[in-house]
Structures are given as structure tokens and as C-alpha cells.
């Protein structure tokens, strides 16, 4: 019986190779930045480049089509935040924390999110390409109908996150805390799980072919399948 359920296994292509670190593209941000003036009416131009922001606190901001380029963001504090159609280049959040930040049809590239609270941060309908989060809490989380290439999570909480119909090239998931997360109707064809928490993960069983898993993991995913081992 237990031969049989290993050959089903390899039905459903769960493999479990070691893979190489994907490099990412780091931000391209000068040595010699503006420092911020306290002054929060330029997240209502079209336009940031070249500036640095350091313990402060930036709140109650609505802003489409803006450009913001080259930046760096040092302990900040995002409040009540929302972005539709933004263009983010070049750009590093470091000791960051936002709360009902929204991220709407934005188009990421060479950001990296560093030890950052993201609880609850939404980056929905989006592209996120040569993106780095690294040691941040992303809990409950939502990415719905985006788009990566090229992403790394690294040591990061994204328990109970929604990555719903998603589009996956190139993404790599290294000592991440998935439980409780969706991947429904995402393909997870070459994605490595095989370091990560996943238990009661939900995903669509006709897209888990090619997907990466340790041999523990393989259980759940047994579960998943309607399978019963005894």
C-alpha cells in the first residue's frame, strides 16, 4: 500500500531537488540623498527621486500615477496609505512598519522591504519584479491577481496571506511561515516550499504539478489530495 501512495505522489510531480539562490537585482539608489522636510504634500506630486526619509511618520495619503525613484526609507511609519497606478523604482524600506497600507495595479522594481511590519499589507493586482523581502512580518498579507519575477521572501511571516491567482516566474520561498495561506488558482509549478512552514495551506490541486516539497511536507499534501495514509 505505501508503494502506492508513493507512485501517486510522483503522479502529482512533487519533487524535491535542491535549487540555487536566484539573484536579484539590488536597488540602484545614490550615496548622496535629500533628506526628507518633514514636508508630506510631495506624495501628492507626480514625482520623488533622490530622497531620504528617516524616523518619521507619513499618514492619510491618497495618490495615483506617481513616480517615486531612488529613495530610501529608514524607520517609517506608514499609516492609512494607498496607492493606485504607482511606479516604485529603486527603492529600500528599512525598519518600516505599515498599517492599512494599499498597494493598488502597482508596478514594483528593485524594491527591498528589510526587517519590516507588514502586517496586513495589500499589493494586490500588481507587478513586483526583482523584489526582496527579508526578515519582515507579512501576516495576513494580500497579493491577489499580482504578478513576480524574480521575488524573494526570506524569513518572513506570511501566515494567513492570500496569494489568489497569482502569476509566478522566478519566486523564491526561503524559511517562510505559510500556514494558513491561500495559493488558489496559482500555479506553483517549480516553487520550493521545501524549507517552510505550510501547514493548512490551500491551493487548487490541478496547479501543484511541478511544485517543490521536503518529504514531512509531503503529508499535507497527501491530505490535500484526498489521500489516506495508514
Known amino acids: 500500500m505505501s508503494y502506492y501512495l ?9 519533487i524535491i531537488p535542491e535549487m540555487n539562490k536566484m539573484k536579484i537585482q539590488l536597488p540602484k539608489i545614490s550615496n548622496i540623498l535629500d533628506p526628507y522636510q518633514n514636508d508630506p504634500t510631495i506624495f501628492y506630486d507626480h514625482y520623488i527621486q533622490d530622497i531620504k526619509f528617516e524616523q518619521t511618520v507619513i499618514q492619510n ?41 494599499h498597494f493598488l495595479k502597482c508596478s514594483l522594481y528593485r524594491v527591498q522591504f528589510i526587517n519590516c511590519r507588514c502586517m496586513g499589507i495589500e499589493i494586490s493586482d500588481s507587478l513586483l519584479d526583482n523584489t526582496l523581502f527579508d526578515s519582515c ?26 496569494f489568489i491567482q497569482c502569476t509566478f516566474k522566478d519566486i523564491e ?21 521545501s524549507t517552510c512552514q505550510i501547514n493548512n495551506i490551500g491551493v487548487s490541486e490541478n496547479m501543484l504539478k511541478g511544485i517543490i516539497i521536503n518529504t514531512q511536507q509531503a503529508m499535507t499534501f497527501l491530505k490535500l489530495l484526498g489521500i489516506v495514509v495508514k
Open 6 to 14: 508513493s507512485t501517486m505522489i510522483f503522479l502529482y510531480d512533487l
Open 61 to 101: 495619503i491618497e495618490n495615483q500615477n506617481m513616480t517615486i525613484d531612488a529613495c530610501r526609507f529608514d524607520h517609517v511609519s506608514f499609516q492609512n496609505i494607498q496607492f493606485e497606478q504607482a511606479e516604485l523604482l529603486d527603492i529600500v524600506f528599512d525598519h518600516c512598519e505599515f498599517e492599512n497600507v
Open 137 to 162: 512580518n507579512n501576516a495576513y498579507s494580500n497579493y491577489g491577481m499580482s504578478s513576480f519575477k524574480k521575488v524573494r521572501y526570506e524569513n518572513t511571516n506570511l501566515e494567513n496571506s492570500g
Open 173 to 193: 520561498f526561503k524559511n517562510v511561515q505559510l500556514d494558513d495561506s491561500d495559493f488558489f488558482n496559482t500555479n506553483l509549478n517549480k516553487v520550493d516550499f
